[in-house]
């Protein structure tokens, strides 16, 4: 990979320059601190929204609420933010001609591609790293402390899930000239993957399974089958790049 | 690198690039010595910004083949070696960079030394007059800054070949001198392919040229060849002010007259392009005097690169076809 290490240190300056990473660590940190703190206090919000007239019967809040919330706001808000950091990685630099500019340039096209795509698995490592100390932090402060790399685990497994969302859109980045085409086909992946979630079958293998996976490592569960899920999602990001690859290297610019 | 002298640098056999169904160049056969300042003429639609993105791997030829110090460049093997400097005709750069930056990044991926990265960034921002904005976010330059900036990226790595697609059509005619005296400085140590329409930046820096026009490749040569072998006797005929009359007749006559190959009315007069010197000589001032058009100056002039391109090609070369 020829190349390589000078253009992840420029992918990385850009996403710190751009403040793509620090706005990415705010909303992420924000997230974490803000899950447990909603499953601790959702029930008193239903009840004081309620009033005297209804009787709800809320189960008190434990730290699995808390878990839940936390991958529920930061699968939501992750997938969102990887597609929006992945759609215009590639298409932006071909449409604009700074593409041109770096390959003429002793670099490879596959280094030009993967510095791309470790520099966006880099911002939502760095985001998901804050929030999942802000979590745990507030998990334990709210509720009662979780085994830490259970939790370490939980937020690994959904920092693989977004990188495959990120992965998707970043082929889509490859194959389209504009951004918000590359967005297109990473939205209409994720709604793919979110059907082909709820198949008892396919479903444990997909990004939304590992979050399943994660919830009950969370809690010091046994998750089941890891292994498995893992390596398919793996395999599925390193297909996804090298499906990019073999389009990008014959591709004019 | 240093290329090995008489041997071409660049190398197009029977270059061929289609889009669909247009043709943008038909089976380019051309040769460029090592060390020379090669002129890349044709206007606008010739191929020339085609065979430049060709040799510099941004395209993929249809047929044909191309190499550049003997390496084949289909694959982009010339770029990974660093033998290719490229200037786009249009060059764009990552706005939040700066250009000390942007140097910096380009010298890494030479892997040139931290050292060799700092003192060469010095050396090509003030060749090209950037010293002063270096540290400017690249986003605030203006068109003609972003030109030298894109001269300043194509030379840090002293490349034995340069690729330069109209590398000072933004400049201010000042800076446009400046950077053709910089670009005629690299002849000798760096084989450059200079593509234009400009002919008389042509003239001030290239030794030898080639003239495209529709994908195809009319001439190729020696400047000083192609001008004995293509150019016409030209005349300047200045009439006295307020001549306006006698000076429109006498052009409708030499529009008729068969030594005449072209006529251009300048500012201020007339320019004749005839097809034979030493008769046309007489013949021409001889109508000039029974149309009674009254002389400031008549005089045989230095053929140029415009009458070669206007010879060859049938209009100048920033003149759009006519429609058919």
């Keep these: 990979m020829i190349g390589l290490g000078s253009m992840l240190r420029k992918e990385l300056l850009e996403q710190w320059r751009t403040r793509r990473m620090l706005v990415v660590a705010v909303v992420f940190t924000a997230l974490g601190i803000g899950s447990p703190l909603l499953a601790r206090y959702t029930p008193e919000l239903v009840k004081a929204l309620a009033g005297d007239q209804f009787q709800i019967a809320v189960p008190p809040p434990t730290a699995a609420d808390a878990v839940g919330q936390f991958l529920k706001n930061l699968g939501q808000a992750g997938v969102l933010t990887a597609i929006l950091l992945a759609m215009g990685s590639v298409a932006v630099e071909k449409e604009r001609g700074t593409a041109a500019l770096l390959l003429t340039k002793p670099i490879s096209r596959g280094a030009f591609l993967l510095a791309k795509l470790l520099a966006i698995a880099t911002t939502l490592l760095v985001g998901l790293l804050l929030a999942a100390i802000a979590g745990y932090a507030y998990t334990a402060i709210l509720f009662e402390a979780l085994p830490p790399l259970g939790w370490g685990a939980m937020a690994g497994l959904l920092l693989l899930g977004l990188i495959g969302y990120a992965s998707l859109t970043f082929l889509g980045s490859t194959l389209a000239r504009s951004s918000l085409a590359a967005a297109a086909i990473g939205i209409g992946a994720m709604v793919v993957l979110l059907i082909l979630s709820a198949l008892p079958s396919i479903g444990p293998f997909t990004p939304g399974g590992l979050d399943a996976l994660g919830a009950a490592m969370a809690v010091g569960k046994d998750p089941g089958a890891l292994i498995g899920p893992v390596l398919v999602n793996l395999a599925g990001v390193a297909a996804v790049f090298g499906i990019a690859w073999l389009v990008f290297r014959r591709q004019e610019l | ?324």
């Design chain 2, 1 to 324: 690198m240093t290329l090995p002298p008489n041997e071409a640098a660049i190398l197009c056999r029977a270059l061929t690039k289609r889009y669909g169904a247009v043709t943008a160049l038909e089976t380019l056969d051309l040769e460029v010595p090592t060390g020379s300042v090669f002129g890349f003429l044709g206007p606008n639609g010739a191929g020339k910004t085609t065979t430049i993105r060709l040799l510099a791997s941004l395209a993929q030829a249809t047929s044909g083949e191309a190499s550049l110090a003997g390496v084949a460049v289909g694959g982009g093997e010339p770029n990974r070696r660093g033998l290719v400097g490229y200037l786009d005709q249009d060059p764009r750069f990552h706005n939040w960079m700066t250009p000390r930056e942007l140097l910096d990044l380009v010298g890494r991926l030479h892997r040139m030394s931290e050292r060799d990265r700092r003192a060469r960034s010095d050396e090509v921002l003030e060749t090209v007059g950037l010293t002063g904005a270096s540290r400017r976010p690249i986003g605030t330059l203006s068109g003609g800054m972003r030109q030298r900036l894109g001269i300043a990226q194509a030379i840090l790595n002293r490349p034995p070949i340069l690729l330069l697609d109209e590398p000072v059509s933004s400049l201010d005619p000042e800076g446009r001198v400046d950077l053709l005296a910089v670009i005629r400085a690299l002849g000798g140590s760096s084989t450059v392919l200079f593509s234009t329409h400009i002919l008389t930046d042509v003239e001030r820096v290239c030794d030898r040229v080639a003239i495209l026009d529709h994908g195809r490749l009319v001439t190729t040569g020696p400047m000083t060849e192609l001008l004995e072998r293509y150019a016409r006797p030209v005349y300047r005929v200045e009439p006295e002010d307020g001549q306006a009359d006698a000076l429109g007749r006498l052009v409708a006559a030499l529009r008729d007259a068969p030594f005449v190959t072209h006529v251009e009315e300048t500012t201020g007069g007339l320019r004749v392009a005839v097809s034979d010197a030493a008769d046309a000589g007489h013949r021409l001032l001889a109508m000039v005097a029974a149309h009674g058009v009254p002389l400031l100056v008549f005089e045989r002039q230095r053929p140029t690169l415009e009458d070669v391109f206007l010879q060859l090609v049938g209009r100048r070369a920033h003149e759009p076809e006519a429609a058919a």
